[in-house]
């Protein structure tokens, strides 16, 4: 295959991609990162030449590239220009990356080609001692948020001033607390990270006061920037249900006794002891001497006698309170039903609080 | 005449007002007429006299909350021999008392009678205080209740004659209001035991006491009014 046959696909297909991408910015400009990724992605396809072209667009002044995405952006260059033979050009495009960048790293590069980690290599120490410009980072965090405790997140965006490696930490009550949470990125530009209020095992935290610390380092390590933020979680107040009481109203219940015919037959037996009450009064208190003109004297029978009628009558005719088993189940079904509501309730409020999304104050603590 | 007249309004009034009173206040009234058969015997200078009659009179009590106050009067004739030794004797008996209901089936008290004697020999007059107590039981129906007075007494006066050494009284009996309702009926057995001192030596009593005892049956019906 000849060169012109070889190199034609690439050609039509740098057509295609920048015919798309004009049609893009016929709408709104293409992004930078974009562009970048599209030329890290022809790179792949050996088309060096194309991936060019696309670096030439990412890194007009009209762009607006970030100095992260500058970098990145004149780093492919240099490399692409040393695959397609340019050394004057890629020396170029690795020395315009250090400018902007001194502290960049570019290891990887060697897995490319051993010659272009020797390249970067000579631009780098043309440079002379490097010294870093110090890393600063922005961070974007909402004041005062209403996060959902399922599947909401307390949203924060982060952008370092050029490539870092991104360390959230959350603890618990000041920043030398207990860690609760980490997550760790490396971030050309900007990324947006999220904590879903939960610790590492996956618990929900509870309310209560955290530190959300953001460390953002580049990649020697040596520059850092850090943010802390006092985050206070409360639980947002939720409508619960009044708890009705352990005990229902008297009004609930039924008696549990019911009066039946037919007294205690120990009404029989009182009547019987004052009937011999009556017959023994004159006994138990009359005078000795005159015991003898007591006699059997027939007004105590008579007095024992009604007595005794009374007892009878009483017993016949009188009634007597009795518990009915099934009233008294009927009233134990209903103390049960006043307890289950009881219980149903306070699962329900339980269940209420527990799904109340957290209201999650934030201020800036840090420098 | 002229003065009467307006007490007994007064008091016709009392006694209407007093129904209407009772049920607003939270008042137990009851109130009733008795009788007693009574038998006396009366051991005397080693004879044993008996004297016979029927006592009427009203008996009537105010009750509110566990207090309760009373009253009764008792008069008749007793009638004996017709001579000296055993003369007819026409009796007045009052009766006030005071009771605290310690529970719905005790109540204690005190209680203080006057009994007046009156014979061709000459009038006697007791006076007599004591403590009594009343112990009753409801018998499987309400208003159907048997019950035992004993009043003993403490403290007697006598004029007339020496002061009794032993005074007491118990009846033993059965009440009954019919469907519970305001009509009171009684039944009851009652005896009253009254033992005199020796005369002085040198008396036709010297050595002897004179021991009185009564019973009888005492029947009553009365109604009651407020709460039950």
Redesign the interface.
């Known amino acids: 295959m000849s060169v012109v046959a070889r190199r034609f696909p690439r050609a039509m297909a740098l057509v295609v991609i920048l015919a798309a991408l004009g049609a893009a910015s016929a709408r709104a400009q293409a992004r930078p990162s974009q562009l970048i990724a599209t030329a890290r992605a022809m790179m792949d396809s050996l088309a060096s030449d194309s991936a060019v072209t696309l670096l030439q667009l990412a890194l007009r002044s009209e762009s607006n590239a970030t100095p992260a995405e500058q970098v990145r952006a004149w780093t492919l260059f240099g490399i692409n220009q040393l695959i397609l033979g340019d050394v004057q050009l890629g020396r170029q495009g690795f020395r315009r990356a250090l400018s902007i960048d001194p502290t960049l790293q570019a290891d990887s590069l060697a897995s490319l080609h051993s010659d272009l980690l020797r390249e970067f290599g000579a631009e780098r120490a043309a440079l002379g001692p490097v010294r870093a410009a110090p890393m600063t980072v922005q961070v974007a965090l909402a004041g005062d948020t209403v996060v959902p405790v399922t599947e909401g997140r307390l949203v924060y965006a982060v952008r370092p001033a050029r490539r870092a490696r991104v360390v959230a930490t959350v603890t618990a009550g000041d920043s030398s607390g207990a860690v609760v949470r980490a997550d760790t990125a490396t971030v050309t530009g900007d990324i947006v990270l999220g904590w879903d209020l939960r610790n590492r095992a996956g618990a929900l935290v509870a309310p209560g006061r955290y530190t959300l610390r953001l460390v953002a380092a580049d990649t020697t390590g040596e520059n850092a920037a850090r943010r802390d933020y006092a985050l206070t979680l409360q639980r947002a107040r939720v409508d619960t249900t009044a708890l009705p009481s352990a005990q229902p109203p008297a009004s609930a219940f039924v008696p549990e006794t019911v009066q039946v015919r037919g ?2 037959p120990s ?1 029989l037996l ?2 019987a002891v ?1 009937a011999a ?2 017959v023994g ?2 006994m138990v ?3 000795p ?2 015991r003898a ?2 006699g059997n ?1 027939a ?2 029978y ?3 006698g ?2 005794s009628l ?2 009878l ?3 016949l ?4 309170w009795t518990t009915d088993p099934e009233l008294q189940r009927r009233n134990q079904a209903t103390r049960d039903r006043a307890a289950l509501a009881r219980t149903n309730t306070i699962a329900a409020n339980a269940e209420l609080r527990a799904r109340a999304p957290m209201v999650v104050r934030t201020q800036a603590v840090g420098p | 005449m002229t003065r009467l007249l307006p007490l007994s309004l007064l008091a016709v009034g009392l006694a209407g007002a007093l129904p209407g009173v009772a049920v607003a206040q939270g008042l137990r009234l009851e109130g009733g007429g008795l009788g007693y058969a009574v038998q006396n015997d009366v051991r005397y200078l080693g004879a044993i006299h008996e004297q016979t009659g029927i006592l009427v009179g009203a008996e009537g009590q105010i009750r509110f909350g566990p207090v309760g106050l009373g009253g009764r009067g008792m008069m008749g004739t007793l009638k004996g021999s017709g001579d000296l030794s055993n003369p007819d004797r026409t009796v007045r008996f009052t009766t006030v008392w005071a009771a605290v209901h310690v529970g719905s089936w005790l109540a204690v008290g005190a209680e203080m009678e006057a009994r007046r004697y009156e014979s061709p020999v000459g009038v006697t007059v007791l006076q007599l205080l004591g403590g009594r107590a009343r112990l009753a039981q409801q018998l499987g129906l309400d208003g159907l209740a048997a019950s035992v007075d004993v009043t003993y007494f403490a403290s007697a006066k006598a004029t007339g004659m020496a002061a009794p050494t032993l005074a007491l009284r118990a009846e033993v009996g059965t009440t009954f209001s019919p469907g519970n309702g305001p009509l009171t009926l009684r039944v009851g057995y009652r005896i009253e035991r009254f033992d005199f001192p020796a005369g002085a030596a040198g008396t036709p009593a010297a050595g002897s006491p004179r021991l009185e005892q009564a019973r009888g049956l005492v029947v009553g019906a009365g109604v009651r009014l407020g709460r039950r």
């Open positions: 007294s205690s009404v009182r009547g004052f009450a009556a009064l004159p208190l009359g005078n001497e005159l003109s007591l004297d007004k105590s008579i007095a024992a009604a007595v009374a007892g009558y009483g017993f005719r009188g009634t007597r």
